[in-house]
């Protein structure tokens, strides 16, 4: 096709076509920005009014919880749990000997060998020291009775004093071992 017009003509028309391109893409973009305008300020205007309604209620319930019965029972909810506070801060560095003298009694020991004396300390490295003194009518028991506490794998660091071991009858010992808290 062969086109005619003057080049003014053929100028004219091509601006023309160039101004209805750019207007239409500037409302392609245009209308999009501005939905989205006005999507984000009703947003706004909706967490706005949530606030404001929220407020409100803060306001009500702390004018509620403000009576004078209720502020004395928080304060004894206050006390009680600092009471339970200190309590448990207790019972976490407390020691339970019981366990410690379950474990000595389970000890496998000799017919004729007797404990006369028992002492239980807490040890620097948070261990129960067990202090122990007792009659064993022979030595024999007495090395058996070393071989079961040696077998007793929450026993550590047993010792035996060395005049435990003199008096092969009518023996007297004593003895020292920890058993982990």
Known sequence: MINLLPPEKKEALFLEKSRKLI??????????????????????????????????????????????????FNEII?????????????????????????????IDRPKNLYFTDLSLTKSENQNIKVTASGFSSSREDLLIFQKNIGNV??????????ESWINPENTKFYLTFEIPK
């Not at 392609?28 to 501005?34: D, G, K, S, T």
């Not at 560095?93 to 009694?105: A, C, G, P, Q």
């Open 153 to 162: 794998r929450e026993i550590e660091n047993s010792y035996f004093s060395p």
């Open 78 to 106: 206050q006390r009680n749990n600092k009471i339970l506070i200190q309590l448990q801060s207790f019972y976490k560095k407390e020691t339970y000997f019981s366990k410690t003298l379950k474990t000595i009694s389970d």
């Open 23 to 72: 207007i239409i893409l500037g409302i392609a973009v245009l209308v999009p920005l501005i939905c989205l305008t006005l999507f984000l300020l009703s947003i706004r205007f909706y967490i706005l009014s949530e606030l404001k309604s929220q407020q409100i209620i803060l306001e009500q319930t702390k004018e509620r919880y403000q009576t004078p019965d209720f502020l004395t």
